[in-house]
């Protein structure tokens, strides 16, 4: 009888470890398949809890010496003597406006590299003015002349902003992220109302226009005075750099909106005479009657067409593009190019590649600095590719000597600050298009100052390869154009 009562018991205890076991396997199987698909679906930069600074490996290469609180907008330049100049707005918000400390409101300084990013200069201040100059951007021609292009806002400080109602508020949270920017803020919820606006500031202002500045030594000094550019209108501003023809004229992509219409459009203003003069302004895309809310930009394709860019409204209107074929005498009609896009930059690379670098917006992810590149001259873009996070953007792209990409963009809201950062330039991908971006993979821009160290034919080889980027020549004409002069020398724009 008590052995009986033993084995029932035996076996009784035997079940109900081995049901504990089954249920444990159960649930393990469980939180793994749930973890699985997690990993699956999340993309990189929304599931990783490192810090931002750690996963994307970037410098902030403005915080210096001289400058404020508020550092944005920047653009950079390769320079023919293998120097990277970097120009931004530094002030202390999105608009500054005058104030006891800083009476002339924001200003543009300019920041420099002489060994291919790893280390910079601190700012110095190249123009500061009664008046809010901002959004500069910077270009080399073909005779070494550098060319400062920027829009200035001019305050009337006993005149007060018409309010409808009661300013919108904001969280610490949309404040930190997004600071002040209008552009930004105006697609959040604000905590005082139901509905989504754009913020106004307390003072008045009317743009001044774009402006020219000039150098003739490299950035180390410049004019004095900037010169305004006449235009048939007020209103029109600028954020791209100048850029020159085949034909030797400059171009500056312009934008302008009118709230009477509830429209916006861009651009270009051409000159003959190298900015002695300038014609009026070409617009693109007027007649579509959609809000292309600002910045425009510009490059040369290898059939002779001007590609145009222009930015779209939030995340409302995508970006557009139209195209010339006579150096931007006359435009087609605006298209749209299929993804929402801020501030759009390009740039030709030595291997024929057009990148798009640009504030970029993801329904999941929110706005962000990205990336798109055309392999066959802008007829497709692929991508999105995330560089960072931060929806500060409004970056330019500049080549190493090495191939790789240094990317120079901005951090809004707290702590603004101009960021730099390097990275491998993606292989073509068989299906171009992403349902999520896609992280570039950043490089430490440390190692370019290590290898930059070595001597004998690994220095000739990296110095044969910073002229090919360069594209130095004995003539005026940079070589890489040489090819579009064949039968235009006795041709008029």
Known sequence: MNRRVEFNFLINMTFRVALSIWFLLIASLGVSCKNYREKEVVPDFQRSHQPIKDL???????KNGIARDYQAVPDACRLKNGDIVVVF????????YPNPEFPNAGRICLIRSKDEGCTWSNPVVIYDDANDNRDPHINQMSDGTLVL??????FKEADT???RGEQPTYNQEQTSKFGNNPDLLHEQQPENSEKKVRPTGKVKWTSKGPYILRSWDN???WQKEAELIATSKPGWNCSAKVKEMPDGSWVLPVYRSEPSKKAAWGGIIPSFDRGKTWRKVVPIGEEANLVLAAETDVILLKNKTLLALLRGDRSLVNMHYANSDNFGSSWSSVNDIGFVGHAPSLTRLKTGEILLSYRAFSEKRGYYTGLRISRDEAKTWEGPYLIDPTPGAYPSTIELADGSILAIYYQEGEGSSIRALRFKLPESAELNQFDVPKQVEPLP???????GSESGDGKKEKVEALSLILNTSSTKTPTNWQYFLDDRQNKQP
Not at 89 to 96: E, P, Q, R
């Open 161 to 163: 902003q018409i309010l």
């Open 445 to 451: 821009l440390d190692a370019l100052k290590k290898e």
């Open 219 to 221: 950035g180390n000094s």
């Open 149 to 154: 292009s920027f829009f200035s806002l001019e």
């Open 56 to 62: 994307v490996h970037y410098k902030e290469i403005s």
């Open 89 to 96: 707005y530094d002030g202390d918000d999105h608009v500054t």
